[in-house]
Each structure stands twice: as C-alpha cells, then as structure tokens.
C-alpha cells in the first residue's frame, strides 16, 4: 500500500492541498490502481497474434519495428486529384512565400 507521505509528496508535486479525508480516499484508491498494475505486469496479456506477444514485461527491448508510411511518390495521371495543387492554392485567399495562409483558430489564453 502507497503510504501517506508519498501521497503528500504527490499532491505537493501536483500543487494540490488536500483534506484528511481526501488523502485517506487518494491512498487507497492509487493503492488499488498499483496492485491492479502489478497484476498486469505478470500476466500476459497480450493475445496470440500481436505483434509483442513473444516479448514478456521484464524484456527492455522489443523487437525491431518496421516504417507503415507509404513512400513520397508523385500523383499520376490516373489519380483523381492529380493536376489538383494548383486549383487548392488558388482557392486561397491570402498566400506567403509559397504557403497557403489560413486563419488562427488556436489563441493561448491571456
């Protein structure tokens, strides 16, 4: 079980003031997601056909993985947005050294 200083320590770290009761509720609910995990970690869970199943949780590298990017090949004439760009561009507004520019639609808060 996580003890109550660590459970200080964390609402410290997160810059939150909890009540007696709060820490009491927060120790035993981590306590149970811990226990939870350590369950996990020696089980294998993980279904036959994936990828990883051969790899157990104590394995610190896995096997070596593969780029699913398909490569960067030029449109041809068959494709349906082939010739396409130039109408795309032209149908912006406002351009900046060969960037279509769009509108701010993220503002950090003030």
């Keep these: 079980?996580?003890?109550r200083e660590e459970i200080q320590n964390l609402a410290q770290l997160a810059r939150l003031k909890l009540s007696e009761e709060e820490a009491v509720s927060l120790q035993k609910d981590i306590s149970s997601i811990l226990d939870?995990?350590?369950q996990l970690s020696g089980?294998?869970?993980v279904s036959a056909?994936?990828?990883l199943s051969s790899c157990?949780?104590?394995d610190t590298v896995l096997s070596p993985t593969h780029n699913?990017?398909?490569e960067d090949m030029p449109r041809l004439?068959?494709?349906p947005l082939a010739g396409k760009e130039e109408s795309?561009?032209?149908a912006f507004p406002k351009q900046e050294s060969g960037y279509n520019v769009v509108r701010k639609i993220i503002q950090k808060d003030e």
């Design 36 to 38: 939870y995990v350590g």
């Design 43 to 45: 089980d294998k869970t």
């Design 88 to 90: 795309v561009q032209a």
């Design 1 to 3: 079980m996580i003890s």
């Design 49 to 51: 056909n994936h990828p």
């Design 68 to 70: 699913v990017m398909r």
């Design 77 to 79: 004439g068959g494709d």
């Design 56 to 58: 157990r949780a104590a």
